[in-house]
């Protein structure tokens, strides 16, 4: 991260055996922690912006929220603050995250805006600089202890840091303040997932799915809960939305040929593997799938033969395959 997170769940390249034999990927990095996608735009808080009331002046107007509004004086300061906020936006949304944290900090040395701070912990939280993160989401708590984006920020930035107890509680805050923000759900299924409390991951995706059905993996994510659930027909469904979605997704033909093998779908599983292969001729997991496909149809050698490519690309699991049937 900088390294950047990669958000929403991404289904990639390690292996993590799940019910039966077949494999379905489940995370992007070495380690134990899942990898969560995170867009760029970060939804500013609008709890306290209600019917019949004027917002805090720091939250800008449901017009555009965006805006940082400033008593209206001739202050030099608050002109600059202005200025120097909008040239910071502009930047962060070019992906000039640099510059974006450089003029989030002048904006900040005119003015002392919650909004600035959270926004400013957003980009400092998609760069990896999580400690810094997770200092301006709590100063952005302390001037505007409603502010949602700030607890999103917060639990985001400690999920990263491995804290999931204290990330829980400040996304169920973040969500309190403002029940819209599918980021905010998709974090938490990530928490019960690695928690193995599936059925409360699939709520929360299926949440994602509601708030927003275009972000980055939630089909195939609720389609990976279904499958740790048993329910491998309603994973493929999710896997179909997926795919069509992205047909170049070669991480969704995988796990739905790992549902597919777990009905006996063989042809189909076959399929859907060669498709992934092809798509991605690296994928350990695919070449492991598809030799257990193989192996049910009585293609011993062949099945062999992915079993040993898996192992080639670092999947160890595949070594005990080879030493049972191929021996």
Known sequence: ??????????LCYTALPILGSAQTDTKNTTDNKKSVTIPLELKLDSSSVKKGKKPPKELGTPGNPNQVILKRS????QI????????????????????????????????????????R?????????????????QEGIKRNPKSAQSYAVLGISYYEKGNYDESFKDLQKSHELDHRNPMVFNYMAAIKFLQKDYKTALDFYDSV?????????????????????????????DYNEAIKRDSLDANAFNNRAASELMLNELTSALNDLNTAIKLNPNYANAYDNRGRVKHKLGDLPGACADWTAAVSMGLNASKDLIIKYCK
């Open 74 to 77: 001739a202050d030099t300061n």
């Open 209 to 237: 799915a509601v708030r927003d059905p275009k972000y980055p993996n939630v089909y195939s994510n609720c389609g990976m809960m279904h499958h740790y659930l048993g329910g491998y027909k309603d994973a493929i469904l």
């Open 80 to 119: 600059k603050a202005r200025e120097f906020f909008s040239s910071a936006d502009k930047k962060a949304k070019e992906k000039d995250y640099p510059g974006a944290i450089k003029d989030y900090s002048k904006s900040l040395s005119y003015f002392k805006s919650p909004v600035t701070y959270s926004k």
């Open 1 to 10: 991260m900088m390294k950047f997170l990669s958000l929403g769940i991404l």
């Open 121 to 137: 912990g957003y980009v400092y939280m998609l760069t990896g600089q999580f400690d810094s993160a997770i200092v301006d989401a």
